[in-house]
């Protein structure tokens, strides 16, 4: 394979694995504040259990997304130059953001939230759990902002010509607020929070299947399945609305999403099928007319652009973008049903006796990471052949001096590292689940047992 196809295939497989445990550790985050928030206002001990186990997966998540980012810095450096050179002043003023606003103010609370149970004030404690989530916000924010410019630019001008072109910033606030990066925040946030919900849901299914640690998994259920509710009921709003912008800003991705080729009033929304990019068809469709139209414009009789108005240089691989797109929205789909009806029965007391639905809810941890897989994938692979939408292509973004071998020896090792520590996290993460809450969690001691605390009244 050439340079760049290898190039491709490394950054791919980087960030993929690297993107496993930043929504985690956000969605958790979340979780842990209003466990923590729960015992402060009613004092059950239940809640302060439930956020002191869960502090200990945070940590892990978070040391393995820490671990993994890095690499991709150097990436843009060594592989992508010529990029990292066009893209530095708009990069370099979103990352070092994120490192003043989210980097250090998680770093600063990091120590309180996860050893400073017992040496400080309750108030404190939970003060900097919403630290350590805030700063994990601020993380996402700054993310998505920088690649949000890459498909939407926005308050820049191009500096110097051929390889020494640049873009440099004109309008600092119109980078941060591009065409696309409140919609696709929105969405990334929400599937960070599913994210985290449905492994609290996964584990806690788990518990009441083995029947083990039960209060524990009904306290801990109660949260997961409202914040799981709450986040893929957003997911759905945020996801249209993101579409909605893509089809405004970037027309040659809606179509490759919905395999659309011919530009044409009451556009079909299409549930599944297959792509065939040399015959321009969409094949083994099942498709509900006008839908598209509807959604996108607020009328049915509304046209749609489809792909044979963009050059076919110029196309995104159709099939690809379009098998990732569907695959998130049917995941999309089955968490908020699987959500739904876990809560009904749970509400109902009658989870404990569905043994298929607790099943589901085990495996649901895979749901909200294979979606947000898929759908960076899809916008990623949609945004192609530019890697900055409209003013570079990927193909001219590569390191002058970079060889195949060298990027293939990188990619060899990196797999074999990345596969070592999966291995770790998945240990580690098993040992402690399998171990479970600690029974001494239920007694503060320290500074918290010093504070007052309310009487907890009513059962877990």
């Known amino acids: 394979m050439d340079v760049l196809t290898l190039s491709r295939i490394q950054f791919a497989a980087t960030i993929s694995f690297h993107y496993i445990y930043p929504p985690l550790s956000i969605g958790l985050g979340v979780m842990l504040v209003i466990f923590e928030a729960l015992w402060l206002r009613t004092g059950n001990p239940l809640y302060h259990q439930a956020a002191r186990f869960w502090t200990r997966v945070f940590a892990l998540t978070f040391a393995l997304g820490v671990a993994t980012g890095i690499v991709m ?28 606003f989210a980097f250090f103010l998680e770093s600063g609370f990091l120590a309180i939230l996860l050893f400073g149970w017992d040496k400080v004030g309750r108030t404190l404690h939970w003060f900097s759990t919403c630290m350590v989530c805030l700063g994990a916000h601020f993380s996402a924010i700054w993310i998505v902002v920088a690649n949000s410019w890459m498909q939407t630019p926005a308050g820049y001008h191009i500096v110097g010509e051929g390889l020494r072109a640049r873009a440099e910033i004109t309008d600092f606030w119109a980078m941060v607020f591009n065409p696309s990066s409140m919609d696709r925040l929105f969405h990334t946030v929400c599937g960070a929070w599913q994210q985290g919900a449905f ?41 249209h609305d993101s579409a909605a912008g893509v089809a405004k800003n970037q027309p040659a991705k809606l179509a490759a999403f919905e395999g659309l080729f011919e530009t044409a009033p009451r556009a079909p929304l299409t549930l599944w099928g297959w792509v065939d990019e040399q015959g321009e068809t969409l094949r083994g469709a099942v498709a509900i007319p006008g839908l598209l139209s509807w959604l996108v414009h607020g009328d049915a009789d509304q046209p749609v652009r489809g792909l044979r108005e963009t050059p076919p240089e110029d196309r995104p691989p159709v099939n690809s973008t379009f098998q990732f797109y569907h695959a998130m929205v049917a995941l999309g789909f089955g968490l908020i049903g699987l959500a739904a009806w876990g809560s009904v029965q749970f509400w109902r007391g009658t989870l404990p006796q569905q043994r298929v639905l607790l099943w589901l809810l085990v495996l649901s941890v895979l749901g909200p990471a294979v979606a947000n897989q898929c759908g960076w994938f899809a916008a990623e692979v949609g945004r192609q052949p530019w890697i900055v939408y409209g003013l570079l292509r990927t193909e001219n973004a590569l390191s002058a001096v970079v060889t195949a071998d060298t990027v293939l020896l990188s990619l060899v090792l990196f797999t074999v590292i990345y596969a070592l520590l999966f291995a770790v996290f998945v240990y580690l993460l098993n040992d402690k689940i399998s171990h479970g809450p600690d029974p001494a969690d239920l007694t503060p001691s320290g500074k918290l047992a010093a504070a007052t605390i309310p009487e907890a009244t009513g059962r877990p």
């Open 73 to 100: 810095e150097f990436e843009f450096g060594t592989n992508w130059a010529t990029y990292s050179r066009f893209v530095g002043d708009v990069f370099g003023s979103a990352l070092a953001a994120e490192g003043i």
């Open 199 to 239: 492994l609290v849901l996964s584990v806690s299914a788990w518990y009441l299947l083995r029947r083990r640690h039960l209060d524990f998994a009904r306290v801990s259920m109660r949260v997961a399945f409202a914040v799981a509710v709450v986040a893929s009921v957003l997911q759905l709003v945020s996801g």
